[in-house]
């Protein structure tokens, strides 16, 4: 029974900055990585984010410069620091976290939070 918590979804006008969290709690032993997806009405859900337990992180090009992922692990947390938000970030993000069970992948994800960003 693993759950994720996320947080610090709102509206904001282009420019700004908004700082989402995601906290997991459960069976968690193996974790490979968390980060963030997130997905528009039509459109398929899209990459954002990724902070892996090697310590590498990721970004999708139309993020990169302006998201930076972090992940406290002591707390089973990862956060997106978002900067110069753009109408086209308008989304709902989604927290995803990856363990490995018994050899494998497995996704979780957390209910998802509302961005807007809009003049």
């Known amino acids: 029974q693993v759950q994720l918590v996320e947080s610090g979804g709102g509206s904001v006008q282009p420019g700004e900055s908004l700082r989402l969290s995601c906290a997991a709690s459960?069976?968690?032993?193996?974790?490979?990585?968390m980060g963030w997806f997130r997905r528009v009405p039509g459109k398929q859900r899209e990459f954002v984010a990724h902070?892996?337990?090697?310590?590498?992180?990721h970004y999708a090009d139309s993020v990169k410069g302006r998201f930076t992922v972090s992940r406290d692990s002591a707390k089973n947390t990862v956060y997106l620091q978002m900067n110069d938000l753009k109408p086209e970030d308008t989304s709902i993000y989604y927290c995803?976290?990856?363990?490995?069970?018994?050899?494998?992948?497995?996704?979780?994800w957390g209910q998802g939070t509302q961005v807007t960003v809009s003049a």
């Open positions: 995803n976290l990856r363990l490995i069970e018994d050899g494998s992948a497995s996704d979780y």
């Open positions: 459960g069976n968690i032993v193996n974790i490979y990585g």
């Open positions: 902070a892996l337990s090697d310590g590498r992180t």
